[in-house]
């Protein structure tokens, strides 16, 4: 199993911490095996969960470093046609109407926007789940009203 580890993470310390993290888990849900499940398959498939998931935690916890985020904030759309629908588009803009949202609306939507479920942004905020949603969609509503210049 250790073998199989290395091979997902690449790094000695990371597998170890990847079987740890794998055979608490099996421990914790011992009582949901059944005998005819395969058990090699099942303690692979929780290993191969427990990796996935927290690299997807991983990779949505990044953030742009300040310079990153100051050329992205600069960049317009200044080059596509006048045609288009998004000409004129500016990420300034943008991001400027996002800052404008009132906080109660503010802070779920940039979570959303962040790659967060409804669910963590729950927790993380400590408010019910159908009032994240309710909070997003009015935002999303606010910023649509706001940015109706950008719309065909």
């Given at each position: 199993?250790?073998?199989?580890?290395?091979?997902?993470?690449?790094?000695?310390?990371?597998?170890?911490?990847?079987?740890?993290?794998?055979?608490?888990?099996?421990?914790?849900?011992?009582?949901?095996?059944?005998?005819?499940?395969?058990?090699?398959?099942?303690?692979?498939?929780?290993?191969?969960?427990?990796?996935?998931?927290?690299?997807n935690?991983?990779?949505?916890?990044?953030?742009?470093?300040?310079?990153?985020?100051?050329?992205?904030?600069?960049?317009?759309?200044?080059?596509?046609?006048?045609?288009?629908?998004?000409?004129?588009?500016?990420?300034?803009?943008?991001?400027?109407?996002?800052?404008?949202?009132?906080?109660?609306?503010?802070?779920?939507?940039?979570?959303?926007?962040?790659?967060?479920?409804?669910?963590?942004?729950?927790?993380?905020?400590g408010?019910?789940?159908?009032?994240?949603?309710?909070?997003?969609?009015?935002?999303?509503?606010?910023?649509?009203?706001?940015?109706?210049?950008f719309k065909?």
């Open positions: 199993m250790y073998q199989w580890a290395y091979n997902l993470t690449s790094d000695c310390e990371e597998a170890r911490d990847l079987l740890q993290s794998t055979m608490l888990k099996i421990l914790a849900a011992c009582h949901a095996y059944k005998e005819e499940i395969n058990l090699d398959g099942w303690i692979y498939t929780v290993m191969r969960n427990l990796y996935f998931n927290e690299y935690r991983t990779v949505r916890q990044c953030r742009l470093p300040d310079e990153q985020w100051a050329r992205i904030e600069n960049f317009s759309f200044d080059f596509l046609s006048s045609e288009s629908s998004d000409a004129g588009c500016d990420v300034r803009e943008i991001h400027e109407a996002v800052e404008s949202l009132h906080e109660t609306y503010k802070i779920p939507f940039s979570l959303y926007l962040s790659g967060y479920k409804y669910h963590e942004i729950a927790r993380k905020i408010i019910p789940i159908g009032t994240v949603k309710s909070r997003i969609y009015v935002g999303r509503q606010q910023l649509q009203l706001t940015l109706k210049d065909e």
